[in-house]
């Protein structure tokens, strides 16, 4: 079954971005196309980049980011959650991404979004960076306005429509993330086992 990441990109105290992860994580539970999982990048506690080698090399030295490796290694799809700073993803969220290079190499990315302009500029800066990282991206994005997603800008009450926009969303990233033919991978019994849903 395709394994999905629900990824929460930002980190700073009275986030809002762990509310909007969390309600996305429970309209994906409810489908049965894909196992999801909430990964917090605040829980791996990743500095500024420490690793003496780029990370396309794939050498790593330090705990951290062999345990982040991991974990972004065991998915096929990303959903990621990010807030919009100064036109662009959250430094923490860029921050884990450059972290790693191989285990997001073929896979596929879904985005949400929140901000003045619902996000959308952070999502373009994220395309841009998944483009280096060869992970294809989806077009249907999520995009959750600080006016009428968020009551006084603060709590988030998204608009009932949003649901549906979460799971049109997920409905492509589970379909290219189900055709790995697509996406140059060669091994039949794995493209076979995905088509067929075991
Ligand atoms: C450093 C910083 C820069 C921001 N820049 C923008 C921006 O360019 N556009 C925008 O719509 N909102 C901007 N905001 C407002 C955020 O969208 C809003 O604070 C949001 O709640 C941040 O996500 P978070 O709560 O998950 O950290 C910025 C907020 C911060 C902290």
């Not at 980190?11 to 309209?27: F, L, M, N, Q």
Request: hydrophobic share 45%; net charge negative; charged share 20%.
């Amino acid at each position: 079954m395709l394994r999905i990441a629900i990824i929460i990109g930002s980190t700073r105290p009275g986030r809002k971005g762990e509310a909007v992860a969390k309600w996305a994580y429970e309209i994906a539970q409810r489908r049965r196309d894909a196992e999801f999982e909430l990964v917090d990048i605040k829980d791996f506690n990743l500095p500024l980049l420490d690793e003496p080698m780029p990370p396309i090399m794939g050498q790593y030295t330090h705990d951290h980011t062999k345990t982040w490796s991991a974990k972004i290694a065991s998915f096929d799809a990303y959903v990621f959650v990010t807030p919009e700073y100064n036109h662009a993803t959250s430094g923490a969220l860029k921050n884990a991404i450059d972290f790693l290079y191989g285990e997001w190499v073929n896979k596929v990315a879904g985005f949400i979004a929140y901000g003045g302009v619902s996000g959308a500029r952070a999502v373009e800066n994220l395309r841009l960076v998944m483009g280096e990282l060869q992970v294809a991206t989806v077009r249907a994005q999520v995009g959750l306005s600080m006016f009428t997603d968020f009551e006084n800008f603060s709590v988030f009450k998204p608009a009932p429509m949003q649901e549906k926009a979460v799971n049109f969303m997920l409905d492509q990233v589970v379909w290219e993330g189900g055709h790995p033919f697509w996406r140059g991978e060669t091994d039949l019994q794995t493209v076979l086992s995905m088509l067929l849903g075991k």
